[in-house]
């Protein structure tokens, strides 16, 4: 059921109207990343966490997906702030992508949220947060993630 609940939301955040919110002209980062998740048609994987007001941490998730949604984006990228200890998260910006070409940005929403389990945001927020676990090695760039994803994506029926 999360694995539902995660690519819904991925698809539901890349359909939004680009009126919705006002445009900006972001990209993704091209940074390390390590995988954070992976189900059939979708692969997510989040930059290195850096230290953001007030004890929060800032970062993006890449996620990656097997078929287009409508409209032909493949791709998001969500820029986040985390507040591990309230267990909140806000999306700062999303930006959608079509292959390696960025559709639009959008702006993220003004407040910190508890994420619903199974989106994007709790799957974020649980892996930035974890401690004492053994995480994945980054991979060197952003080219390598999408590799990587379609590697996975290839071996799926």
Not at 12 to 26: E, G, I, K, N, S
Not at 28 to 52: E, H, L, S
Not at 56 to 71: A, D, E, H, S
Request: charged content about 15%.
């Amino acid at each position: 059921m999360k694995t539902l609940h995660f690519c819904i939301a991925a698809a539901l955040a890349m359909a939004l109207p680009a009126a919705v919110a006002a445009q900006d002209t972001t990209e993704g980062p091209d940074a390390p990343m390590r995988q954070i998740f992976q189900a059939p048609g979708a692969v997510a994987f989040m930059t290195t966490p850096t230290a953001g007001e007030a004890g929060r941490l800032g970062l993006w998730t890449w996620v990656f997906l097997k078929q287009p949604i409508p409209g032909g984006a493949n791709a998001l990228a969500l820029q986040w702030d985390i507040d591990c200890a309230g267990q909140t998260t806000r999306t700062l910006r999303t930006a959608v992508y079509r292959d390696a070409t960025r559709v639009r940005t959008d702006a993220g929403i003004d407040i910190h949220a508890t994420p619903a389990p199974g989106t994007p945001g709790a799957v974020t927020m649980a892996a930035a947060c974890a401690t004492g676990r053994p995480r994945a090695e980054p991979l060197p760039t952003l080219a390598a993630a999408r590799a990587s994803a379609a590697q996975t994506f290839a071996a799926q029926p």
